[in-house]
């Protein structure tokens, strides 16, 4: 049973960073969530010298809520036949998952969480039993959400979910690499009837 490391942690990385990883003539065909996941997915790539990771998993709550809100705003006001199929096609809950893999070529595992708060736990605890398994050497795993204007002014639309601005992207890995930061020990989910699913993980400092 292979020992797993997570070798880079990258949270929300500043707007004044993104020219370095994403030329502006890509980034300007992107959203908001898009183009944050993308750089701190990137950036977690550039740290940890894992240029080619053999999977990448994505935890999201709600997806691209921007272009969601577009598109549905456009079916209720317009109808069917002028809705924009851009709007569509990045409203699925597995864009930034897929858009990450096409954008570095990464032709692996690739998969999307959507379990309310836990989807990015959910989506580590997946990487965590195929690296110990040998079915992977490394992974990338991300946890993206974003908050609209929707969500902001009708704070109850979405029931009890509490969502965030949130980018976050850890490379996961068998080997620790020159620095790594934690061995991740476990990841563990709670389910109890007519509570909200709630998930520990358990990181072990180096």
Request: charged share 20%.
């Amino acid at each position: 049973m292979n020992k797993v490391f997570v070798t880079a942690i990258v949270k929300d990385v500043p707007a004044e960073e993104y020219g370095h990883y994403l030329p502006p003539m890509k980034a300007r065909r992107m959203g908001k969530l898009q183009k944050r996941a993308l750089v701190t997915a990137l950036k977690a790539m550039e740290i940890s010298g894992v240029g080619e990771p053999d999977a990448i998993l994505n935890g999201t709550a709600m997806g691209c809520m921007e272009n969601t809100v577009q598109m549905l705003s456009g079916l209720a006001s317009e109808g069917e036949e002028v809705n924009m199929p851009t709007c569509f096609m990045q409203s699925t809950h597995n864009t930034v998952a897929s858009m990450i893999a096409i954008y570095t070529k990464n032709h692996g595992y690739n998969t999307t969480y959507s379990h309310r708060t836990i989807s990015f736990e959910l989506a580590l605890q997946d990487a965590l039993l195929r690296l110990r398994t040998g079915r992977l050497r490394t992974a990338l795993v991300c946890a993206n959400d974003e908050l609209t204007a929707l969500q902001l002014q009708n704070p109850d639309f979405f029931g009890q979910l509490e969502v965030c601005d949130r980018s976050e992207s850890w490379m996961l890995s068998v080997e620790p690499g020159k620095t790594p930061l934690y061995e991740l020990e476990n990841v563990q989910i709670i389910h109890k009837k007519g509570v909200e699913d709630r998930a520990v993980i358990q990181l072990k400092p180096l």
